[in-house]
């Protein structure tokens, strides 16, 4: 389940295919600023890595189109949703259900999707 840090970003790990269609998950610390207006991903905490390490990725909210249950999309990957940015779809899967969707809405919120 995503958390908030004390700074206030919601935070927590989820498991992400790095490169599209690669149908391959990897384990991934996730930060979602919305002051900075930014979804992050790193290796590992940020806390657990050397100062000044780079994000594996940052996605601007203002570039998400749409946040959605992926499962359809990948019906072997349980808790599987999907970010559509840059005409890119970022898929990821969640730990249960209930973290599913409290990514979807946090993610779908910051970036003030409205369907």
């Known amino acids: 389940m995503p958390y908030q840090d004390r700074r206030g970003r919601t935070c927590g790990f989820l498991d992400i295919e790095e490169k599209e269609k690669s149908g391959k998950f990897l384990r991934r610390y996730l ?3 919305k002051v900075a207006g930014l979804l992050e991903y790193y290796m590992d905490n940020p806390l657990n890595l050397p100062d000044g390490t ?4 940052q996605i601007n909210l203002s ?3 749409n946040v959605f249950d992926a499962r359809k999309q990948r019906p072997k990957i349980e808790f599987c949703f999907a970010i559509l940015a840059n005409s890119r779809h970022y898929f990821m899967q969640a730990n249960d259900e209930n973290d599913m969707d409290g990514w979807v809405d946090c993610i779908t919120n910051a970036s003030k999707i409205t369907v």
Do not use: E, K, S
Not at 54 to 57: D, E, M, N, W
């Open 31 to 33: 930060i979602l600023d």
């Open 63 to 65: 570039y998400i189109q």
């Open 54 to 57: 780079a994000p594996v990725c």
